[in-house]
């Protein structure tokens, strides 16, 4: 019990983590962790140096537990200066992620969902 009879369970929420690394043998990266204000400038950051590739880009988010609104703003902006053809391949995004984008962005052609 803490002060005045309230309950304490002694853990400290750490804050919300995103690790960036890029992946073997294809252009692009591998991101883990959560989409939210305190990370929105790394996800940027990780999505500015996609953009800059010069082929389709591989985003493999399965570790990526929660994208907010301005993650997928941003990632639909990305996916907005890429040049003629080019690609954003998202495989196995959070499923929010994808509701979202489809919601708001549904004829944004350079995004492509893989499961």
Do not use: N
């Not at 929105?40 to 985003?59: F, H, K």
């Not at 200066?81 to 690609?87: A, K, M, N, P, Q």
Request: contains cysteine.
């Amino acid at each position: 019990m803490g002060k005045r009879g309230e309950l304490s369970s002694g853990a400290v929420d750490a804050p919300p983590r995103l690790s960036v690394s890029p992946l073997a043998g294809r252009s692009g990266v591998r991101m883990a962790g959560e989409v939210g204000l305190s990370t929105l400038p790394a996800w940027r950051q990780a999505l500015e140096q996609v953009v800059r590739e010069d082929e389709d880009v591989y985003l493999e988010l399965s570790s990526v537990t929660f994208v907010d609104v301005a993650g997928a703003g941003a990632l639909a902006d990305a996916a907005g200066r890429l040049t003629e053809g080019r690609r954003l391949v998202l495989h196995r995004p959070p499923a929010a992620l994808r509701r979202v984008l489809e919601m708001l962005w549904p004829d944004l052609t350079e995004i492509e969902v893989c499961a």
